[in-house]
């Protein structure tokens, strides 16, 4: 049995319903603050729960026979991060000490654990491999870089065998239509391109456009979440194995995107035109992020299926079959 935190949010509940179409028993435990109890496939055992509730997690391990952890239960956005640090490091902290603690007390040694390639900061290469300096300049990057740390350490002293994933750029929807990108505030820039030629924002801001890239505009890797899910899965095979292997991953498209180029896909797929309005820069934005996949690709025997067109055509579809989101599977 796998246990899920945040299996309701958008990547965590990809995630379940890959596991239960592999055949595998699959527990959620979310608290519901930004994931959606609808997402959550119908036959996963759902637990409301939050990692700050110690009795709660204990119960987790007590009435169910874990075998590994999956961990997706983190906050996640940069600039909220920076305005309430307390709350990121509370939970991507604290909380996810918490969970391990219970796990060691469980004799559960076995990890799967969503980190960022926010850990790396602003490096000075373009295209980052997992040696790249982890430099992280927000705190949310910095509680990825100290729950990497945090599992270092606890596997050197209690055997937890685990794999760390960077991710870059997670976008798309399932590509049956079931499972899509429903955040609020949504930060992310295809669904808020996507949303805005629904005709629910008025404009798309791009943030400078005097980046030393062909364009002026950012450049950045974006991977499909079904593929992003399929290298969990992989890595779950790999630390459930014998001998379970120790491992991080950047997991990307291994290509990279201007923002100019991907409102002009997005365009392409609806078939209706963007007002786009310039921004200063944001402060520590790089130019360009790209990731290096080879070490997923070689050791995982992974490959990355969707590309951008396809990307930018499931999350669209799926915004045009649920416009209003999870909320309106509630009506």
């Given at each position: 049995m796998i246990l899920v935190t945040g299996g309701a949010g958008y990547i965590g509940s990809n995630m379940v319903r890959n596991l239960v179409k592999n055949g595998y028993e699959v527990v959620v435990l979310d608290n519901l603050s930004t994931g959606h109890k609808e997402a959550v496939h119908p036959d996963a055992i759902f637990i409301e729960g939050d990692l700050q509730d110690r009795e709660s997690l204990k119960t987790v391990f007590y009435n169910h026979q874990i075998e590994a952890v999956m961990h997706f239960a983190a906050n996640c956005y940069v600039?909220?991060?920076?305005?309430?640090?307390?709350?990121?490091?509370?939970?991507?902290?604290?909380?996810?000490?918490?969970?391990?603690?219970?796990?060691?007390?469980?004799?559960?040694?076995?990890?799967?654990?969503?980190?960022?390639?926010a850990v790396y900061g602003i490096p000075k290469q373009s295209v980052i491999d997992e040696n790249t300096e982890r430099e992280p300049i927000s705190p949310y990057g910095r509680t990825k870089m100290i729950a990497e740390k945090v599992i270092e350490d606890y596997s050197e002293a209690y055997g937890l065998k685990h794999c760390i994933l960077r991710y870059f750029n997670v976008t798309g929807a399932d590509l049956?239509?079931?499972?899509?990108?429903?955040?609020?505030?949504?930060?992310?820039?295809?669904?808020?391109?996507?949303?805005?030629?629904?005709?629910?924002?008025?404009?798309?801001?791009?943030?400078?456009?005097?980046?030393?890239?062909?364009?002026?505009?950012?450049?950045?890797?974006?991977?499909?979440?079904?593929?992003?899910?399929?290298?969990?899965?992989?890595?779950?095979?790999?630390?459930?194995?014998?001998?379970?292997?120790?491992r991080v991953y950047n997991l990307g498209n291994g290509r990279g995107y201007s923002i100019k180029e991907i409102i002009q896909m997005c365009e392409k797929v609806t078939g209706k035109k963007a007002r786009v309005i310039v921004e200063k820069r944001r402060p520590g934005d790089p130019p360009r992020l790209i990731a290096s996949i080879q070490k997923a690709v070689?050791?995982?025997?992974?490959?990355?299926?969707?590309?951008?067109?396809?990307?930018?055509?499931?999350?669209?579809?799926?915004?045009?079959?649920?416009?209003?989101?999870?909320?309106?599977?509630?009506?």
């Open positions: 600039g909220e991060s920076v305005l309430q640090p307390q709350k990121y490091y509370e939970n991507n902290v604290i909380g996810f000490i918490h969970l391990l603690n219970e796990m060691i007390e469980a004799k559960v040694t076995r990890l799967v654990f969503s980190s960022s390639c049956d239509g079931v499972l899509g990108e429903d955040h609020q505030p949504e930060t992310h820039l295809i669904p808020n391109i996507l949303q805005h030629l629904q005709g629910k924002s008025h404009a798309v801001s791009v943030y400078g456009v005097d980046y030393d890239t062909p364009d002026g505009t950012c450049i950045r890797d974006y991977i499909h979440v079904s593929d992003l899910v399929e290298a969990h899965y992989l890595s779950l095979k790999k630390i459930l194995g014998n001998p379970p292997e120790n070689t050791e995982l025997k992974w490959n990355p299926k969707n590309d951008m067109q396809s990307i930018i055509q499931s999350a669209w579809d799926w915004f045009c079959k649920h416009p209003d989101g999870y909320e309106g599977e509630k009506r």
